[in-house]
């Protein structure tokens, strides 16, 4: 849906020069004929907003009307999972995809925690369920499990610890530490999966989840990007092997944008999802920016009129299972205690 698609909020006059600074950083991210098409959205969201009192949590890969325009929390999942814990708001839209939400609202069960498309999934989350992590349990007897946060609430509850892309091999080898275990069960990305062992002594037992959007780069698009464009490349870790081995640097969605402030590359290529480039431009001027173009399509569900019915009809709220959400507590726990540890 593009924000045309319902009766957009009124232009009002002087708009344009109340967000004259938003504009300014939109106008070097989108098309300019975009902003004033967004305007209006943003504006009647952010009064909405203070109305409710809500805090609008935004990931890195979301659009950047929304990620600039609305959010007051941006960043990769660890930082809005972190955000979730803290947070003084009762009321937390999170625009992003469902198992953030839901990581939200475990993390902080007495707040209402709303998704403004309760579709937005994740190819990941969808590759696993709670009854495949009872059956690798009996299959491995003793093995702790690891799951990566882009997994059912279900799947976190079966799990001893959570991790994310920016702690995989500190949480992997913290459970190992803490259990005397030689292996780890680490599901369900395969490539990330294999991209943490080759970090770490623990042997790892992979399930075959991929990501849609990484797993669609390959070595050759990006010896040829670097080829055609004389440029640094940087790759998230849920792509391939072969790919992660043509990348100057592998890292997190974090990681990448401490990796960009350390070198300041003439040129680099982000190898990921798309809007991270886009949301990283106005921090790095002087960087040019190659971008691949995969657009995660469950990310790409939320938008700023979905944004606004969500904060408008209060919908639509996440829901956990007391039960459940009380086991995949412990295991996200385990996740925020290991924290942030990245090398860059
Ligand atoms: P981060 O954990 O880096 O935020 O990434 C989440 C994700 O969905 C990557 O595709
Ligand atoms: Fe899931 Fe991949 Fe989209 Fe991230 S980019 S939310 S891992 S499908």
Redo the contacts with the bound molecule.
């Keep these: 849906m593009t924000a045309n698609a319902l009766a957009a909020p009124r232009w009002r006059d002087g708009l344009e020069t109340e967000y004259a600074p938003l504009v300014a950083t939109l106008e070097q991210l989108i098309p300019c004929m975009e902003v004033p098409m967004h305007l209006p959205w943003i504006d009647a969201i952010n009064a909405l907003k203070k109305d409710r009192g809500a805090v609008i949590m935004a990931?890195?890969?979301q659009s950047p009307e929304i990620f600039h325009g609305v959010a007051d929390i941006t960043g990769?999942?660890?930082a809005l999972a972190q955000a979730a814990a803290d947070c003084d708001s009762d009321l937390i839209v999170l625009c992003g995809?469902h198992f953030m939400a839901e990581s939200a609202k475990i993390l902080a069960p007495g707040k209402t925690v709303l998704i403004p498309d309760l579709e937005a999934g994740?190819s990941l989350a969808a590759s696993i369920t709670a009854a495949d992590v009872r059956a690798l349990r009996t299959r491995h007897p003793g093995v702790p499990v690891v799951s990566y946060?882009?997994t059912s609430a279900e799947v976190k509850a079966e799990s001893d610890a959570c991790c994310?892309?920016?702690n995989a091999v500190q949480v992997v080898e913290a459970i190992a530490a803490e259990t005397g275990a030689r292996q780890v069960i680490f599901l369900p990305d395969r490539y990330l999966g294999s991209w943490v062992a080759t970090q770490t002594e623990v042997e790892l037992v992979l399930w075959n989840g991929t990501?849609e959007?990484?797993e669609t780069f390959t070595a050759q698009q990006v010896r040829h990007t670097r080829e055609q464009f004389d440029t640094k490349v940087v790759a998230?870790p849920?792509c391939s092997p072969e790919v992660l081995a043509e990348a100057d640097f592998v890292g997190?969605?974090?990681a990448m944008g401490r990796w960009l402030e350390k070198e300041q590359p003439e040129r680099v290529a982000m190898i990921t999802?798309c809007s991270m480039a886009d949301n990283l431009k106005n921090r790095f001027p002087r960087v040019q920016f190659i971008k691949p173009c995969n657009l995660?399509p469950h990310m790409k569900r939320i938008n700023l009129p979905n944004i606004h019915a969500c904060l408008r009809d209060l919908r639509h709220e996440v829901v956990v299972a007391p039960g459940v959400a009380e086991r995949a507590r412990r295991a996200l726990d385990r996740m925020l205690a290991v924290g942030r540890r990245e090398q860059v």
Excluded: Q, R
């Design positions: 990931h890195s890969y990769d999942s660890l995809v994740c946060v882009n994310t892309s920016a990501c959007v990484h998230h849920e997190s969605t974090s999802e995660c």
